[in-house]
């Protein structure tokens, strides 16, 4: 039962490209929503769960991405050996940078994390020997698993969904864990949890490690999709689209934070035709969503859902003549 | 070399100068209402632009920067009025992301409005450089920092010295109690949105004949602003001044020793450094936390 939506969810993956073969919104679009869908799954895990807020996040996905790059092109690294090295890099940064940054709270934690972001963003652009610089880096071969080389849509289209499974099943594991509940403790109150023997410090360390792994892992697959990574793909603005998905899905839910990064990723590709427009509805999006559904999209309409059934269920009960209970 | 860094001290303070104004700005409206203002650079930019395009209309230069300073106040009051105010008791997350909505919003309307092209600003007083003592600097300069230190202590005598202001800062002492002793705190909130918003347009058009502007200006100032808020102590308004003109010298200093590519990157390490090791800010009053 706890696994049921993971289940329709994976089913719905599965079928889409079976049911529309060479359609442009599954196996481009979808290429896009479900490396969004890792990168929110991931930071909701911080922002939902622990309640910590990110303004930096895209430099965990920069840092995955540019470790593909760089070692692929220059060294000619394999692509798994690689994004190793890129999952062992931002790991080692988050964890390092971890308790210093987690001990700020609210906008001072909001100003460190976008101050992180920044100064990875100026290395990326400035180190141009390593990076390539601004211009970004290309020719970055296709991932090859074991003998088999991913370069169609279709089979980036299977890769990512299946990376995509894999994070949000570990993600659902997780928040159903010891880890997890001890996160959702630090959440709601972090004093009582720390006295109730709850080491605060440590599960905010471990959760901010795991989601900037699962973002240098979405950095890895994106730049051995894309054959080229450049500095406008990790920049500030990235970072706040990533807390927009989550937020918009709603946060503390993964497949609110699911949904929400595919909601983005479509409603870019619907704007492409307002171009000019895109930035606009976006802030007022964002702003809608938080004054009116604060906690999101997802989450505000499945309990608007139950709300109404309970409620639909209660005036049924009311109809029914009451039966005392035999004592 | 001393001369070099003569050079580099007035750089760095034309520029702290307006970081500080935009920190004040940050300043006020954390202290009347806790929210964190990321749409302050906004701000910035729809000061310079309006006034730019007003100049361009044929206004002459100080009606053009009175009325987009005017109009760029009531943007502050009507975001206060129309995104802050709902959201009232909100979390502090949740109104991060209203402000930074707020600022994207503006962005989008700015470039719609003005396209995304870096558009010029006249100077004041003309372009002749003046010389002193080894170092060269606009006669702009000079208008930013009179304009820095006379809206610096104007904002300062308003806070101590006038009724009003004294009405803002009990509200954020205690918004209960200023409420109970008759003051209307609601208005008082969208006083310090419309006071900041003027406070960032007239930052702007200040800086805009050394800068330019464009639609995305405000990003960077804004979170250089912000910096300067929290290197200074947050809700410290004239910490924030301090803060700023730490900031820009700092800055300077770094483009021109080290390398301009990486100043960004230099302005924030400090930054993380001062959070890391002093999180109240280098002149901000140590607090306890209440459970």
């Given at each position: 039962m706890r696994l049921a939506g993971f289940f329709v969810f994976a089913v719905a993956v599965i079928l889409l490209p079976i049911l529309f073969p060479d359609n442009y919104f599954v196996t481009v679009v979808g290429i896009a929503a479900g490396l969004h869908v890792i990168l929110a799954v991931g930071l909701n895990l911080l922002m939902?769960?622990?309640g910590q807020i990110s303004l930096g996040h895209a430099a965990f996905f920069g840092m995955g991405g540019y470790a593909s790059a760089i070692l692929t092109t220059r060294?000619?690294?394999?692509g798994w050996l690689a994004m190793l090295a890129g999952l062992l890099v931002a790991g080692t940064i988050a964890w390092l940078l971890a308790r210093p940054i987690l001990r700020l709270r609210g906008h001072y934690l909001a100003m460190a994390t976008l101050g992180f972001g920044v100064i990875i963003h100026v290395l990326m652009v400035q180190a141009t020997e390593w990076?390539?610089?601004?211009?970004g880096l290309g020719n970055i071969p296709p991932l090859n698993l074991l003998g088999w080389t991913v370069d169609s849509d279709r089979q980036w289209y299977w890769v990512i969904a299946v990376a995509m499974l894999l994070v949000i099943g570990l993600s659902l594991n997780l928040v159903d864990s010891r880890i997890g509940r001890a996160l959702r403790a630090v959440r709601s109150a972090e004093l009582a949890a720390q006295m109730m023997g709850i080491d605060t410090a440590r599960a905010k360390t471990q959760v901010f490690v795991v989601s900037a792994l699962f973002a240098a892992f979405a950095g890895s697959l994106f730049a051995h999709q894309q054959a080229f990574v450049s500095p406008d793909s990790f920049s500030l603005m990235i970072s706040v689209e990533l807390v927009t998905m989550v937020v918009l899905g709603g946060m503390a839910s993964t497949f609110g934070a699911a949904c929400g990064a595919i909601a983005l990723t479509l409603l870019h590709e619907g704007l492409v035709v307002f171009e000019d427009y895109e930035m606009l509805i976006h802030g007022a999006l964002l702003m809608a969503v938080m004054i009116f559904l604060p906690q999101g999209l997802f989450v505000g309409l499945t309990q608007g859902v139950h709300r109404g059934w309970t409620w639909i269920a209660s005036r049924r009960g009311a109809k029914e003549p009451h039966h005392p209970a035999v004592s | 070399m001393p001369e070099q860094i003569f050079q580099f001290l007035v750089t760095g303070i034309t520029v702290g100068a307006i970081y500080a104004l935009v920190g004040l700005g940050f300043a006020l409206i954390y202290n009347a209402s806790d929210v964190v203002n990321f749409a302050q650079g906004e701000f910035v930019m729809l000061g310079a632009m309006t006034a730019i395009a007003l100049l361009g209309a044929g206004l002459p230069l100080v009606l053009a920067a009175i009325a987009a300073t005017l109009l760029t106040a009531l943007v502050g009051l009507l975001l206060e009025r129309c995104a802050i105010e709902p959201a009232r008791g909100a979390s502090v997350v949740t109104t991060i992301i209203i402000t930074i909505g707020a600022a994207i919003f503006l962005r989008g309307v700015a470039s719609l409005l003005w396209g995304k092209n870096s558009l010029p600003f006249p100077a004041f007083s003309g372009n002749e450089p003046i010389h002193l003592g080894g170092a060269t600097l606009l006669p702009q300069s000079l208008w930013v920092l009179g304009g820095a230190v006379l809206l610096v202590s104007l904002t300062r005598a308003f806070l101590n010295r006038t009724l009003l202001g004294k009405a803002l800062l009990a509200c954020s002492f205690n918004p209960v109690a200023a409420q109970l002793v008759g003051i209307n705190v609601k208005v008082m909130l969208r006083l310090a949105y419309g006071l900041s918003a003027g406070l960032g347009a007239i930052a702007g058009i200040l800086a805009a004949p050394i800068t330019f502007s464009s639609y995305e200006a405000g990003i960077m100032l804004g979170l250089k602003g912000f910096s300067a808020a929290i290197v200074g102590g947050i809700g410290n308004p004239m910490g924030a001044v301090a803060g700023g003109l730490l900031l820009g010298v700092l800055e300077a200093l770094g483009a021109g020793l080290i390398s301009s590519g990486y100043k960004d990157a230099i302005a924030f390490v400090f930054v993380l450094m001062v959070l890391f090791f002093e999180p109240t800010g280098l002149f901000g009053h140590k607090v306890a936390e209440r459970v």
């Open positions: 939902g769960y622990a060294w000619e690294w394999p990076t390539g610089g601004p211009d | -």
